[in-house]
Nanobody, 124 residues
Framework: QVQLVESGGGLVQAGGSVRLSCTASGRTFRRSAMGWFRQAPGKEREFVAHINWSGGSTSYADSVKGRFTISRDNAKNTVYLQMNSLKPEDTAVYYC?????????????????WGQGTQVTVSS
C-alpha cells in the first residue's frame, strides 16, 4: 500500500511560480512511476506530467510544456512539480499519483494510488 501526501499549493499571481511536492510512504516508491494530474471546477481530471521510476524519462501535457517541470528524489520518496509562468487557466486541484509500473502513463486509470490533492489558484 502506498500513501501520497501533496503540499505546496496556494494562491499565486499570474506569471508567478509554485512548487508542489508529493511524499510517498512505503518501500515501493523507487519502483513506481509517478504522475501529476489536475482538475478544474466543472472540468474532467486531466494529465499534467509523468516521470519514470529513475527520473530519466518525463512527459508533459502540451498545455504545460516548457513551463512545468516534474522531478523526483528517490532518497526522499518525493516527487515535485515546479510550475513557472503560471496562468489563470492553471487554476485547479493538483493530484499526484503512483503507478505499479516503472514507466509513466498519461491515463489516470493506470495509476493505483492517489493523493488527496492540493489547490493551486492563479489570479489574473
Amino acid at each position: 500500500q502506498v500513501q501520497l501526501v501533496e503540499s505546496g499549493g496556494g494562491l499565486v499571481q499570474a506569471g508567478g511560480s509554485v512548487r508542489l511536492s508529493c511524499t510517498a510512504s512505503g518501500r515501493t516508491f523507487r519502483r513506481s512511476a509517478m504522475g501529476w494530474f489536475r482538475q478544474a471546477p466543472g472540468k474532467e481530471r486531466e494529465f499534467v506530467a509523468h516521470i519514470n521510476w529513475s527520473g530519466g524519462s518525463t512527459s508533459y501535457a502540451d498545455s504545460v510544456k516548457g513551463r512545468f517541470t516534474i522531478s523526483r528524489d528517490n532518497a526522499k520518496n518525493t516527487v515535485y512539480l515546479q510550475m513557472n509562468s503560471l496562468k489563470p487557466e492553471d487554476t485547479a486541484v493538483y493530484y499526484c499519483a503512483a503507478r505499479n509500473n516503472l514507466d509513466g502513463s498519461i491515463w489516470g486509470t493506470n495509476y493505483a494510488y492517489w493523493g488527496q490533492g492540493t489547490q493551486v489558484t492563479v489570479s489574473s
